[in-house]
């Protein structure tokens, strides 16, 4: 009623357009390492975690992939055996496979995590991108002003800002200047 008296109609309701400005050091880090923009959502120990498993080197990868296959088919033969000579114990079995594979899982992460720490480089870089995709957890247009990037962009950011974006789209979108 109020604003029909005060602008004479009802104002237009419009969706906020949500986004991630990526600039062409984070495109290429992104791309260089294989993550996606869900994969930075996670903070910064995500990212290096994702980094560093990636970083494996692919003998050492291809021995722990076979060792898993390797554990999980004895493991199957042994439920097998076991579901023969007494069932009830199947259970147990099912708990203890999960925990040899979370062991087998920790121990892949810290082979990653060795390998991140003699590359000084990829640490800064994962940091790097965690702090700008997804700085303490929380998007990015919830942290940062837009001024530091028009700062460093120019003011044409604006400009590329519209045509990276479609603004009849409600989802959370990447911006890539």
């Known amino acids: 009623m109020i604003y029909r008296t005060i602008l004479g109609r009802m104002p237009a309701a419009l969706h906020r357009a949500g ?29 290096r975690d994702r980094i560093a498993v990636r970083l494996i080197p692919p003998a050492l990868t291809g021995t722990l992939a076979q060792t898993k296959t390797t554990v999980e088919h004895s493991l199957d033969r042994f439920a097998r055996d076991l579901a023969g000579f007494d069932a009830s114990l199947t259970a147990a079995l099912g708990k203890s496979r999960q925990k040899m594979l979370y062991q087998l899982a920790k121990m892949e992460r810290k082979i ?37 990037f028009l700062a460093r962009h120019g003011t044409g950011l604006i400009d590329e800002i519209y045509q990276c974006l479609n603004l009849d789209c409600p989802d959370h979108q990447l911006a890539v200047v």
């Open 19 to 47: 986004f991630t400005l990526l600039d062409q050091r984070a495109r290429k880090l992104m791309q260089r390492y294989g993550l996606s923009l869900a994969d930075c959502a996670h903070g910064d120990e995500a990212v």
């Open 112 to 148: 990653g995590r060795e390998t991140m720490a003699r590359d000084a480089r990829v640490a800064r870089d994962a940091q790097y991108l965690s702090g700008l995709v997804y700085p303490h957890k929380h998007l990015q247009e919830r942290l940062y002003s837009i001024l530091p």
